[in-house]
């Protein structure tokens, strides 16, 4: 397992591109964290308790968490997969455990 990271653009492409339900889920999620952001910008500029502007943190951090842990096993299940069944399991596993120790910071 490797301690570098991993680059913001790798310039690759699913090995299976999402489906439109797929992408719309996403989307959809992205939007509603986007929304809870807002939210709390509103609560600070109210001055709204720091606990109550703090529990809402955590919401948006667990939906975050949600999203990515749901694309973690998209690709583990397809680019992952396909990589082994390539015999390039080595590289796409250590990529892997990169980003899931990223992901878990």
Partial sequence: M???TLPENSGKQPVE???EDEKQAL???LKRIEGQVRGI???V????????ILV?????NNA???VGYSLLERHT?????????KGEGEEAIDELMTVVQQFSK
Avoid: F, G, W
């Avoid at 500029?45 to 109550?52: F, G, I």
């Avoid at 299940?77 to 069944?85: E, G, S």
């Fill in 45 to 52: 500029e109210n001055d709204r308790y720091c606990v109550d």
């Fill in 77 to 85: 299940h397809h680019c992952v997969a396909d990589a082994i069944k």
């Fill in 56 to 60: 809402q943190i955590s919401a948006i």
């Fill in 27 to 29: 989307l959809n999620r």
């Fill in 64 to 66: 975050l968490n949600k």
């Fill in 17 to 19: 591109p999402r489906t």
């Fill in 41 to 43: 910008q509103k609560m």
């Fill in 2 to 4: 490797s301690n570098e």
